[in-house]
């Protein structure tokens, strides 16, 4: 059993997020047992892809062309901005179908543990489209933890200063979920945000 | 957002075993968001190592040369061998450094309903092993399921016919593991295996 060039291939399925070393050495074997043609198809298919994609020049979001079919679109409302922490959020907002609206990826959260702070974020960016357009909504989608929570009130503090209005999407109990199994920040978060029936 | 090619960088890894659409989908985003030479690097690294690696013509393992190590290395004692259903197996026997034979990997385990029968194992090549060399005990270390058992008494009658020794791994609790939270069939056959003291 040849480990070296063996453990390099596990090594570079392993060096992705969420795959274990075990997880590795399946895909390695696999990788190993495809012929070389699909072999071959599967390494283009990534190339390919991965030189045709490239991050909006406006939103950040992932795109084919400079600008997003998002940020192009005149069907979308161009007075709301949601602001997400990252382009794969707009994916899961997208698939809602709850949201016509623009968006402004910032391309990760404040946490300053990490050494991250307002400038490693595209936040001038958004404060750019906020005093070159008329929005008049700026929806904060960030994460609700930690990071997410500092980032959504320092913005909330910068965009305040526009007048306009700034939102945050609702924490509260899953639907599906029952109240038994909520855990107590949720359901207190829940019982703040009540809405009147 | 566009969708069409970055859903073909999530349905690349996806492809691979073990990962659903969500890890394929965090794998893809992370590829974006390397930089072109660690990307490049990244894909040669996977290329070479594949191209590079083969499976050994004598027992079936993997290899950079024709004949592997362990094949080759007098060090090992050739009059056994442990035979496997995957090359990935070898791995794992290796790491417990209780085992200073040969190899031999079937490439799977008799299954009827999957249409693996006999003839589709590297059987033929064991029985010539042993027909041409000095072999007196072969264990089988195929797994402990229903094919890999099926597969185990298969090679046992044949193997008997040249009149050397034929041995199993052990099954039992696991090291670590208690009495109380042993399946039966496990403990069952810890019972039937039991040792003298």
């Known amino acids: 059993m040849s480990e070296n060039q063996f453990q390099k291939l596990v090594s570079s399925f392993s060096s992705l997020p969420g795959i274990g070393k075990k997880s590795a050495t399946r895909i390695a074997f696999h990788m190993l047992r495809m012929d070389h043609s699909s072999f071959q198809h599967w390494i283009q298919s990534i190339s390919e892809a991965r030189e045709s994609l490239q991050f909006c020049q406006v939103c950040g979001s992932l795109t084919e062309e400079p600008i997003c079919d998002i940020c192009t679109s005149e069907k979308r409302d161009a ?24 968006y402004h990826v910032l391309n ?52 305040k200063a526009y007048h306009i209005k700034v939102s945050r ?8 979920g029952t109240i038994e199994y909520s855990d107590q920040y949720t359901l207190g978060k829940a019982i703040k945000s009540r809405l009147t029936i």
């Open 169 to 176: 999407i609702a924490h509260g109990i899953t639907i599906g």
């Open 79 to 102: 007075s709301i901005i949601c602001v997400v922490e990252q382009p794969e959020d707009i994916f899961f907002i997208e698939n809602t179908k709850e949201y016509f609206g623009k």
């Open 108 to 159: 990760g959260a404040i946490s300053p543990l990490d050494g991250i702070g307002p400038d490693q974020l595209r936040i001038k960016e958004l404060l750019k489209r906020i005093e070159q357009s008329s929005v008049t909504e700026v929806l904060i989608a960030t994460n609700p933890t930690l990071e997410g929570d500092a980032t959504a009130s320092y913005l909330s503090n910068l965009i």
